[in-house]
């Protein structure tokens, strides 16, 4: 945009959109990455706790089993 500018071809208004949108798709790239981050930590926290039931369920069955 800078050059367009240097040109004549834009004006600074425009240029300073330009850097604006920019900077925008810059700040939705990172809180993109941070979501998924978030969203991949929420899946392995659910899954370890679903295991961990599980296992927890397994152990009291066979305590029972054994008890009897």
Request: charge should be positive; glycine fraction near 2%.
């Amino acid at each position: 945009a800078m050059d367009k500018y240097r040109e004549g071809r834009i004006s600074i208004v425009e240029v300073i959109n330009a850097q604006l949108y920019h900077q925008q798709a810059k700040v939705n790239y990172i809180q993109s990455k941070l979501n998924a981050q978030v969203a991949r930590s929420s899946y392995h926290r659910v899954n370890a706790a679903s295991l961990y039931n599980k296992i927890r369920k397994e152990e009291n069955d066979e305590i029972q089993e054994s008890n009897k």
